[in-house]
Nanobody, 119 residues
Framework: QVQLVESGGGLVQAGGSLRLSCAAS????????MGWYRQVPGKQRELVAT???????NYANSVKGRFTISREKAKNTVHLQMNNLNPEDAAVYYC?????????????WGQGTQVTVSS
């Protein structure tokens, strides 16, 4: 099993910044993708940003130019730098880890960290 531990959520004013971090307890496969999703009550969980171990990055259109995802491979860690936050970014942010070649569990999720943006 893999555990994901998130940190860095909190309350920020509109226009401010936050940095989220997530550490995986281990990497079962070297080929993997880490990233972030978010969810607000009553809505589906949506992709924010993902980064493959190869370096490929995918951002939601709504965060392009404001959020930056990065990884520290040696520490099995992914970060999300969020700048110029607006109230629409408020959500619970979930760390995500995906092993495409796993024959067992492919997806792992963190417990979620709350991001609140005041206007």
């Amino acid at each position: 099993q893999v555990q994901l531990v998130e940190s860095g959520g909190g309350l920020v004013q509109a226009g401010g910044s936050l940095r989220l971090s997530c550490a995986a307890s281990k990497m079962i496969f070297s080929i993997n993708t880490m990233g972030w999703y978010r969810q607000v009550p009553g809505k589906q969980r949506e992709l924010v940003a993902t980064m493959a171990n190869s370096g490929g990055i995918n951002y939601a259109n709504s965060v392009k130019g404001r959020f930056t995802i990065s990884r520290e491979k040696a520490k099995n860690t992914v970060h999300l730098q969020m700048n110029n936050l607006n109230p629409e970014d408020a959500a619970v942010y979930y760390c995500y880890l995906y092993f495409p070649y796993s024959d067992a569990t492919k997806e792992y999720w963190g417990q979620g960290t709350q991001v609140t943006v005041s206007s």
